[in-house]
């Protein structure tokens, strides 16, 4: 071999061995198992994984393989989704039952495999099986590749905030209520940080969590929400956030004193503990600018700075009122793709697939129910059912009869979405409906909020893919007029959408994930009721363009 080739192989093995080294594989076990917390005053011992609550944190590298082998010791049927992780041509570990998988059944296992492929950043998994991710459920952490530093001023710590509600009862239970009764279920009677609500009544062992901080230390700070029903906003007393990240995409810094955060979606923020030495409220409390019942609760807990000296009295925050409809705005609308040379804003320009879903809360005639109807919901009047096979088997081996194709892409009759309806307009087909999408096609869809029992704020989670949050409005969406003003240059990348209380959100993205793949609202209560559906993608032609075939150990329904 010529010396100039050696020389080049030899430069060649320089580049790639630590690219090749880079990537490891992660090996996990969690197991399922029922634990009693004295500090929430629970009724009775809760599904954790590991005992924990929050569950224990997932870390990876930006590329690495995950595997994850869920033990199922409790008496319920489980799965575990990995909330935004992209799962490309992995559908089989993407974790909701009935969608991609039968339920893990107790005593049965089942490893998830993924790759953090093209992510980096904050992401959470939770159970997504009836109502058990309200206490199952804990972070991902991507970090960036070995050697690449993040695109702002690196952290001196890193710390995880999960935010969650429970309730005294078990979460299952609550959601058996509206199956007999056709009324909304209870709301939660706390919010937690990190598992702790702070003082909640009648719960004398009930405490706060306490971030320790160094005074002059820039803490980054991994913010989940967790919670199954509620948005909420986060403060801490006199300190400002720099938002960096939200969904495990870079965004433009932007600095805030409150953070809004739907469930399912994930913020990353710096804070520089730059206060006179003391302690300092760290709070949420709920946002919901309508008429519809929340749990009122604040929950704090304490940054405290590490000195010798005694502490200053815990300083107050006042958070947003719970109707706080432009801080929620202003947050949004802050939000840009960092849209740098490195992390490019890739927004498809031309839409194959144009579609309008509008989305809202309905109500079914029920004999047996308490008001002789039932509160449900859908997207254009189709409330999805639930099959009792998995799609992603159905679709995979040909099976008939499970599902169809004919999910309406548009609302089949038009109507004022937003003004005062007849009842009438939101009376909702039941099927279980997939659209299909072509390999690599493009997508818009209008997310339309409804007005017809009342108007609320919905976050809208997509499985399977990022998207592009291109546009918002109030009121019903003007197709000539209003993609006039989308954002096509550096709008926001993210997983969970948020749509705004009678009005709509723009989003696109370009369907190159085979597999079936979940979009439902994030409120696990409008989930329940029906809000979702499922898209279909299709394999490509090319070699890495299809589906994997399922892992051995799938479990079957
Ligand atoms: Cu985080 Cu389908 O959910």
């Known amino acids: 071999m010529g010396s100039w080739v050696r020389a080049a192989v030899m430069v060649l093995a320089m580049i790639l061995l630590p690219v090749m080294v880079e990537s490891k594989v992660r090996n996990y076990k969690f197991t399922a198992v029922m634990k009693n917390f004295t500090r929430l005053c629970a009724s009775k011992a809760m599904v954790t994984i590991d005992g924990k609550f929050p569950g224990p ?7 690495d393989q995950v595997n994850v082998r869920l033990v199922n010791n409790v008496p319920y049927n489980i799965t575990i989704h990995w909330h935004g992780i992209r799962q490309l041509r992995t559908g089989w570990s993407d974790g909701p039952a009935y969608i991609t998988q039968c339920p893990i059944q107790p005593g049965a296992n089942y490893t998830y495999s993924f790759n953090a492929t093209g992510q980096r950043g904050t992401l959470l998994w939770h159970a997504h099986i009836t109502w058990l991710r309200a206490t199952v459920h804990g972070a991902i952490v991507i970090l960036p590749k070995k050697g690449v530093p993040y695109p702002f001023p690196k952290p001196d710590h890193e710390k995880i905030i999960v935010l969650s509600e429970w309730w005294r009862s078990d979460a299952d239970a609550v959601m058996n209520q509206w199956m ?6 209870n709301v939660s009677d706390a919010h937690t940080i990190n598992g702790y609500p702070g003082p909640v009544p009648n719960c004398s062992t009930s405490t706060g969590y306490t971030l320790h901080v160094e005074p002059g230390k820039t803490y980054l700070l991994r913010i989940i929400n967790a919670a199954l029903n509620e948005e909420l906003f986060f403060k801490i007393a006199k300190h400002q956030f720099t938002v960096v990240e939200v969904d495990a995409c870079y965004v433009k810094p932007f600095k805030t004193d409150t953070i809004y955060i739907a469930p399912g979606q994930t913020t990353n923020a710096l804070f520089t503990a730059d206060q006179t030495p003391g302690k300092y409220v760290m709070a949420i409390s709920p946002f919901m600018d309508t008429i519809v019942a929340i749990d009122n609760q604040t929950a704090t807990a304490t940054v ?17 009122a719970a109707n706080a409809t432009p801080a929620t705005n202003s947050f949004i609308e802050s939000l840009r793709s960092l849209n740098s040379a490195k992390y490019p804003a890739l927004v498809p320009l031309k839409i194959d697939n144009s579609l309008l879903f509008v989305a809202g809360v309905g109500a079914n005639n029920c004999s047996t129910c308490v ?6 919901a859908g997207i254009n009047n189709v409330t999805f059912v639930m099959p009792d096979t998995a799609l992603l088997q159905a679709h995979y081996y040909n099976l008939s009869g499970v599902y169809t194709t004919d999910f309406p892409g548009n609302p089949v009759t038009p109507y004022n979405y937003t003004g005062s309806n007849p009842l009438t307009n939101l009376q909702v087909t039941n099927g279980t409906k997939v659209y299909p999408l072509e390999f690599n096609s493009t997508v818009q869809v209008v997310m339309q909020g409804n007005s017809v029992i009342a108007p609320e704020s919905h976050p809208i989670h997509l499985h399977g893919f990022n998207f592009f949050v291109v546009g918002k409005g ?13 954002n096509l240059v550096d709008p926001v990348e993210r997983n969970t959408l948020n749509i705004p209380t009678a ?8 369907a190159d994930n085979p597999g079936v793949w979940f979009l439902h609202c994030h409120l696990e209560v409008h ?5 979702k559906m499922v898209f279909l993608v299709e394999n490509g032609k090319g070699p890495n ?5 399922p892992p051995k150990d799938l479990p079957t329904c």
């Open 527 to 531: 989930t329940t009721w029906g809000l």
């Open 304 to 320: 405290r700075y590490k000195t010798t000296e005694t502490f200053t009295p815990t300083t107050l925050t006042t958070l947003p």
């Open 474 to 486: 109030l009121g019903n969406f003007d197709p000539v007029n209003d993609p006039k003003k989308f």
């Open 57 to 63: 944190t997932l870390y990876a590298r930006e590329g």
């Open 503 to 510: 009005g709509w959100t723009a989003i696109r993205f370009r």
């Open 180 to 185: 007999q009764t056709g009324l909304p279920p």
């Open 545 to 549: 363009e299809s589906i994997i075939p």
């Open 371 to 376: 008001n002789g109807s039932r509160v449900v």
